[in-house]
């Protein structure tokens, strides 16, 4: 069993930034890559990132290149997601997630352990 605790989250205002960050805990031996996906309000949930954690090889959603920046730091069990220039569409409920196997992780239905989530709110 893994666990994920996310925090870093809040209230940003538009064309400003944050890093997320998430602790991954328990059984990581095995796992294959964590990824964060965001569930803004009223919809449903989103891939954002995702990274390896053998190879370091990151994934993005199309729509986050160039604004959003995953990376690992193996010794702390640590992926975080820095966030920059954000827009009010980019307000949602952030998840840390964990997929064990290799295999697609841009999808969020392929996750197996998820985090409690944290807020990122971009308003002025």
């Known amino acids: 069993q893994v666990q994920m605790a996310e925090s870093g989250g809040g209230l940003v205002q538009p064309g400003g930034a944050v890093r997320l960050s998430c602790a991954v805990s328990?059984?990581?031996?095995?796992?294959?890559?964590t990824g964060w996906i965001r569930q803004a309000p009223g919809k449903g949930r989103e891939f954002v990132a995702a990274?390896?954690?053998?190879?370091?090889?990151?994934y993005y959603a199309n729509s986050m290149k160039g604004r959003f920046v995953i990376s690992r730091d193996s010794a702390k069990n640590t992926v975080y997601l820095q966030m920059n220039n954000l827009k009010p569409e980019d307000t949602a409920i952030y998840y840390c997630?964990?997929?064990?196997?290799?295999?697609?992780?841009?999808?969020?239905?392929?996750?197996?352990?998820w985090g409690r989530g944290t807020q990122v709110t971009i308003s002025s």
């Open positions: 990274v390896s954690w053998s190879s370091g090889r990151t």
């Open positions: 328990g059984r990581t031996s095995s796992t294959y890559a």
């Open positions: 997630a964990t997929r064990q196997s290799f295999g697609v992780v841009t999808e969020p239905r392929y996750y197996d352990s």
